[in-house]
């Protein structure tokens, strides 16, 4: 050993170990620390065995720096496997290091209890490291790096990776889109009758969530690829905005009971086509044909993604739970997200009629007992403008849909989302709705909504930097939406990176102007930012909403400006006692008046008001956490829930 005590490693490389089922995980890890600038050697081939295979698993696990074994429940219930003679290896290679040498890092992506796992001795000496469903948060990047500090990178490379083991990305990797990212766009509507448009966009939108559940791809939201929909734009404009290698584009044309649908693939660095193909069939086959044409994608895309070792057909039918074969209800339901695709009450409420017909035709159509369960739960999320009835009303409806979509297909990421803010936001029971929110990750890593309910069950903890590297995944797939947007501005602002969150304001203001948060975001980062007279500078004149009249509150106060204050605040009591409870306890709390705000909380607990999730992050609640009657509310906070 040299005299530093540190073992002498021919390479700075991280040696990712795990099993097969935990390969999402693994991917979403290596992705993260790929990015940050790291040599990662990760296996990604399904091929394993043989001597060419042993001996380079040998070499690796001697050479890295630093070997991180994924824990699970699935290496729990494995008593066998390839992972445990990585783990077997990197044990017997600690035995001839220091005893202060770093060289094992164990990481559970779930909720494995150290106590039980079923590990080397050697992995328990070691503080282990948890990344639910594989998300890496940047300071565990940055606690690699320190611990790296001083590895000599040497003059010469390993050879190349034998035929059995595939090769490994490097730091040195231009930066450019990776090869397993693709972009769905709308596909035109070819149809006489211009009204079957929600038709073709139907189709080409359950490719693309089919696509989102295929381990290893990286497939741009529905938002951002819609979004060139009627535009003229090249295909490297459209790839270089989306950040995806690849587009699939096409056509649909429904006439009577036959529809054709053309497709095709191609590259976005050269415009090259690599694949094409037309479809005809009846209606009612078109579920069969939807199937069909994503494994054709799928199989053209293999090479490319973790994964690729199972058979397309298998990848997609996998991912295509919770359909139907009935032409009614499948196209009720496309009519459905057509609607809801539209972000206004007036079409969520079309949508709940198309949704409730869906299910009617098809009882077992989990998808679209999800989706039915999505729009209630949109209705309350938004119950601003509703009775204390109607908002009940929905509430209940969105439970039991939940309910009906998860029996008939329990992982189905849509189903797993709805009941997340059910159990999250309006029960808060933050412990369950963060396990189900991992869970539809784990499912359905390129989802955006899946993403944005992780950061929000991340930074409801406390968890700022696992929340604002969600919120930062979020925007990769969905760089047009105003909505990834926002929740990676409210990160941002919460880990008080306020110049950042600013800049994030203004290009929601950009996407979506009459959103709520393009009115009154920059004064709350602001507000939090301490800088009043701005704040109050930047919703002047935008109105009397409760989300401006908050701001307001908060900013006269800040500059003692009470009288100003104090209106704006009655003015929020009086006509928003029952949609911003919460935001008149962090008023009453900011001034200081603790007893005010408490009992505020204590009627935002009854309402069931899903701000409360947020109270953790705010610099503004500081007064109310430093009380003693913060801790016992917060965690009895679920009975305070009516029953």
């Known amino acids: 050993m040299p005299e530093s005590g540190r073992a002498e490693h021919s390479s700075q490389a991280i040696f990712l170990s795990y099993a097969s089922q935990d390969s999402a995980a693994a991917q979403a890890i290596f992705e993260a620390l790929s990015a940050a600038g790291f040599e990662v050697w990760f296996d990604q081939s399904e091929l394993r065995g043989g001597d060419a295979w042993d001996q380079k698993l040998r070499r690796q696990i001697k050479e890295c720096a630093l070997f991180i074994p994924i824990i699970s429940a699935h290496t729990q219930t494995r008593a066998e496997g390839y992972f445990r003679l990585e783990w077997h290896l990197a044990e017997q290679r600690t035995y001839l290091m220091a005893h202060d040498q770093l060289f094992l890092l164990p990481v559970v992506v779930d909720d494995t209890p150290d106590s039980a796992a079923r590990v080397p001795e050697r992995f328990r000496e070691r503080q282990w490291t948890r990344l639910r469903g594989g998300v890496t948060p ?33 730091a040195s990797a231009p930066a450019a889109p990776k090869e397993k ?7 035109a509507n070819l149809s006489d009758d211009k009204e079957n448009e929600f038709f073709s966009d139907g189709v080409s939108e359950e490719l693309l969530t089919v696509l989102q559940k295929i381990p290893g791809l990286r497939v741009a939201a529905r938002t951002s690829a819609f979004s ?7 295909t490297q404009e459209i790839g270089a905005k989306l950040g995806v290698s690849h587009l699939v584009e096409g056509s649909v044309q429904k006439s009577g009971n036959r529809v054709k649908v053309t497709a095709r693939l191609s590259r976005v660095a050269n415009g090259e086509e690599q694949w094409s193909r037309s479809y ?73 009629v198309h949704f409730t017909r869906a299910t009617e035709l098809d009882p077992g159509y989990a998808a679209g007992w999800a989706s039915l369960a999505q729009c209630h739960t949109w209705f309350c999320g938004y119950y601003g403008t509703l009775t204390r009835k109607e908002w009940d009303r929905h509430l209940d409806a969105a439970r039991a849909s939940a309910a009906r979509a998860l ?45 944005l309910i992780c950061n929000r069950a991340a930074m409801t903890v406390g968890n700022s930097a696992e929340g604002l590297d969600l919120a ?6 969905d760089p047009m939406s105003a909505k990834t947007r926002v929740a990676l501005a409210l990160s941002l602002m919460f880990c008080g990176r306020y110049d950042e969150a600013r800049q994030e304001s203004r290009r929601v203001a950009e996407l979506n102007p009459h959103s709520m948060f393009a009115k009154s975001g920059p004064g709350f980062v602001s507000i939090h930012e301490g800088k009043y007279a701005e704040a109050e500078q930047a919703v002047a004149g935008a109105g009397s909403e409760w989300h401006i009249l908050w701001v307001r509150a908060l900013a006269c106060y800040g500059q003692g400006k009470m009288a100003e204050g104090d209106a704006a605040l009655g003015e929020l009591v009086a006509h928003n006692a029952d949609t911003a409870a919460v935001q008149i306890a962090v008023a009453y709390g900011f001034r200081g008046a603790n007893d005010e705000a408490f009992a505020w909380l204590e009627r935002a607990a009854r309402q069931r008001d899903p701000g409360l999730s947020t109270l953790n992050n705010s610099v503004l609640f500081g007064n109310l956490r430093n009380d003693p009657r913060w801790g016992p509310f917060w965690e009895n906070l679920p009975s305070l829930v009516p029953s």
Request: hydrophobic fraction near 45%; charge should be neutral.
């Open 407 to 451: 029996a008939l297909a329990p992982d189905l990421p849509q189903a797993l989302a709805s009941q997340f803010w059910l159990e999250f936001g309006y029960e808060f029971k933050w412990k369950t709705g963060r396990t189900i929110a991992y869970r539809a990750l784990e499912l359905a890593p390129s989802d955006p909504d899946v993403l």
């Open 228 to 234: 060139f929909k009627g535009k003229s734009a090249t």
């Open 138 to 170: 940047p300071d565990f990047a940055e606690r690699i790096r320190s611990l790296l500090a001083g590895f000599p990178v040497p003059a010469a490379r390993p050879a190349a990776a034998p035929e059995r083991f595939t090769s490994f990305a490097t």
């Open 181 to 187: 990212s693709v972009a769905v766009l709308a596909f």
């Open 280 to 352: 005809t069939r009846e209606v009612k086959d078109v579920f069969a044909l939807q199937e069909e044409l994503a494994v054709a994608i799928v199989g053209e895309l293999r090479g490319h993604f973790e994964g690729a070792g199972a058979a397309a057909a298998t990848l997609v039918r996998a991912a295509a739970q919770g359909g139907t074969t009935n032409p009614q209800a499948h196209e009720e339901y496309l009519m459905g997200r057509h609607l809801v695709n539209q972000f206004s009450a007036e079409t969520e409420s079309r949508a709940l």
């Open 472 to 477: 930062r995944r979020a925007v990769v797939v």
